[in-house]
């Protein structure tokens, strides 16, 4: 149903969304780590309105209709991208979440509408019609886009690859095909995102399912096996531009966070994990006279630990690796912060001047060795990994798990899910809020999304 | 009036282009804010008006053409075009060319405002008030006459009549696109999308079947 005026989530500029409302509700995908028990994953709504007397509860939920989907970064179907001028669609309502369940590669329509506490699925797309009509499988990242709805995907139905992206029209939710008409040498694939005022993408490399599925490969990891590219596309075209080898040693470059200002021509990207010394890193790719390049900006060494307080993965090595596996930016493109899986340090960086990030505050949720504690619940497994930025800069969304598979190797106990939130004062102090946690019971929460968008949600078109 | 309302309608349509979003003006305000520019803002304007111009002068070519042929089946055939174009954008509304982005050369833009002027049926809606327009260069509004013999009555639509109608529309089309361009560019920010972009597509689809129904019962 359309509009008359445009869906008011929908922003021109991300100064402007940083301006909205704040969000009353978030939604959270939430995985059940043992589906033999046929216990299904589930979309949570959270009260985020701390004037609301169900204020840091969950207020709602909805099962996925299948088990073992493993949901992963859901997003909406549509997005302040709508208001681009070259196709504009400002009056469609952001409503449904596309949730993709990342081992059962189903495709779930949640609709957050009449009731946004009570959300239900509306359409379920199966793993053989993704498979039938684009060649791939394992969706894990939903990004709306001005024309289509953009979804990437870690390999084929068979479990290899090449990993690539593939297109759902934003109306009727129908696959239309594979994204890449031509691919050049990229075969592993994980996020992408774009920079809409260049009409460039940028793709990043995980490895593909038979490489990750069984958890994390020692032999992969140390042959420099998983991925170790960022890709650069025409995102016009959808042609190959140019790969970046960060070094085989920088293993798993993951999350993909451009500056939200359309006329800002730099990004950043981390890297999970170096084989040399188990330091993680945070690269930049920026524009330079018309020409593209990348250059690690960000270090962060691993912690010596006690080898009795290590899991077996990592006894030998007698450190805990940071594993900085999610990133985020804040909408105003100012603060960066990365979570350290491994570590449970949460890290802000001043990143005004992207070519000079200044390390400037850390918070820790629990952690491999540290645990360290929320204040309503003492210590706390698992360790910082998604973070979802509120518009306006001022909270971040916590979770506490990364992957079922890869979790066991960390967290050998199990990970008890949680999720927390830290307040950022308008100076940049953060400080983790004493009152909002929310645990789960044999689930793990992994992605938020924020009610009318968020610092990863939206992509724009004006600055 | 019955001499000048076909032309003030003509002009009327192409504002009503100008004043869309969709159709030009938001295009040029956002390339003149990604380079910071001003001056990108009316370099952007030509060639989107230009696109505009040779879709309306295809349809007007295409209706004079048809009109030349005098043949009765004209009128319901036009109206027919007109109500099924409006039904398919009621049904489908955000059905729109996907084919730039927001790194476009002159040459880009004037395409894509043809496309865009093509699929909202911008020449199209014409068709009724061709229709309706006194015959030959006597119907031009400085030398009408009362009780002049319309183009359906009369039969054809003369080249310097046509012309004019297409230069009308899109000169119409471009002082309101550039005025608005402009003055949200320098003056109003882009904020205003967010309460005034109403859902013209809507207004736009109801309009041609009206059209459509109109040059019916006329």
Redesign the interface.
Known sequence: M?????D?T????PR?AAEGPREKLAYAGVFNPDPSNGKHDAMCVIDTDPQSSSYSQVVGRVEMPGVGDEIHHFGWNACSAA??????????ERRYLLAPGLRSSRLHIIDTKPDPRNPKIVKVIEAEEIAARTGYSRPHTIHCG???IYVSALGNAQGGGPGGIFLLD??SFDVLGRWEVDRGPQFLGYDFWWH????VAITSEWGTPNMIEAGPDLDLLVQGKYGHHLHLWD??RRRHLKAWDLGAEHQLVLELRPAHD??RPYGFVCVVISTKDLSASIWMWHRDKGDWDVRKVIDIPAEPADPALLPPALKAFKAVPPLVTEIALSTDDRYLYAACFGTGELRQYDVSDPFKPKFTGAVRFGGVVTHAPHPKAGALNGGTQMLEISRDGRRIYVTNSLYGAWDKAFYPEGIRGWISLVNVAPNGTMTIDPDFFIPFTGERPHQLRLEGGDSSSDSY??? | MTGAWPWLAVAFLGAYHGIDPSMGWLFAVALGLQERRRGKVFEALLPIAAGHLVSVGLAVALIAGAMASGLWILRPLGATALIAFGLFRLWRPQAHPRWVAMRVNARDLAVWSFLMASAHGAGLMLFPILMDMPAGAAGMPAMHHHHMPTIAAHGHLGLIQAIAVVLVHTGAMLLVMGSVAIAVYQWIGLQILRSAWINLDTIWAVALIAAGLLSLII
Do not use: I, Q
């Open positions: 359309a509009l008359w005026k445009p008011p929908f922003y021109p500029s402007m208001l681009c001028p070259y196709a504009p669609h400002p009056h469609v001005p024309d289509a934003h109306e809409l005022g260049y009409d995102l016009r359309p006329t078109c004006y600055p």
